[in-house]
């Protein structure tokens, strides 16, 4: 099975940040970038912020 070049991998809402890097280093990818954007829910006819998701770009360590 061929493994895709780069792969967004998203940090559990259980896990920190290392976790998802150990994660990541475990399936052969190395840390590349990071993006993050709020998770909204409504509440009372409002949407209010109620925590970030982050994402992990990974590259294969083995490409290059």
Same mark, same amino acid.
């Given at each position: 099975m061929s493994q895709r070049k780069t792969i967004w991998f998203?940090?559990?809402e259980?896990?920190?940040?290392? =976790?998802?890097?150990e994660r990541m280093r475990a399936e052969?990818?190395?840390p590349? @970038?990071?993006r993050e954007e709020p998770l909204f829910e409504e509440? =009372?006819?409002k949407y209010v912020p109620i925590r970030q998701m982050i994402q992990l770009k @990974?590259?294969?360590a083995d490409s290059e």
């Open positions: 998203k940090v559990e259980h896990e920190t940040i290392s =976790d998802c890097i052969g990818y190395m590349a @970038g990071r509440r =009372d006819g @990974g590259v294969l």
